[in-house]
């Protein structure tokens, strides 16, 4: 296995299995079958891989959220903290939303939205802005803002999208992910958390992936 390489735990069936490599079919309690994992390789490492989350059946990633600390000046900067799926149906209707882990500061900034014209477009792949490992005792803070590529299932009519002002204040975006292939769009995640340190460096969400169902 390469060092690119992640474990995760999945269920199948209802019984929890050992953690195994990402590149086999993962299903949740209901049954969805994941067709593909993005990832992207600029994220830390501090804290653990959260629960996953899915979206429920017949319903897709159609626009997120975050959670966001503001800047604390001369305090302790955790940035990003969380990020919510929006979830809806081919007709665009809302579903439900979906949120694996959660850190402790900041507020949720508001809905971003993929358009909805004739046909509705869904959230197919992604980049994360995350400030890198700081040298000596500066302040970590690790992800810092997510933002999107949004299309139908043909893979057409692509667009990016990012809540205003389309970036955080610290760290740059990586790569863009790969896409979700065609047929198919987001339909969960799973985040990387740092729990609170109290008196220490916190760092809050970490990383992040994402999954595709057909």
Known sequence: MSASDVQIKFEVF??????????????????????????????DAFGDWTTIEICPPESYAIGYDMKIEPDQHSGDDTALNSIKLICGSKDGHYGSTVTSGEGSWGSWVGSTMCSYSTNQTYLTSFALQVELLQPGDRDDVAATYVKFWCSDLDIKDEHEIAHPPGH??????????????????????QTNIEAPIFFGDDTALNNVRFFCCP
Do not use: F, H, M
């Open 14 to 43: 209802g019984y929890l299995q050992p953690s195994i490599w990402i590149n086999c079919l993962l299903l949740d309690a209901n049954r969805r079958k994941v067709d593909k994992t993005l990832t992207v390789s600029n994220g």
């Open 168 to 189: 955080g204040l610290l760290g740059v975006y990586g790569n863009q992910s790969e896409k979700c292939n065609p047929g198919t769009a987001i339909c969960g995640l």
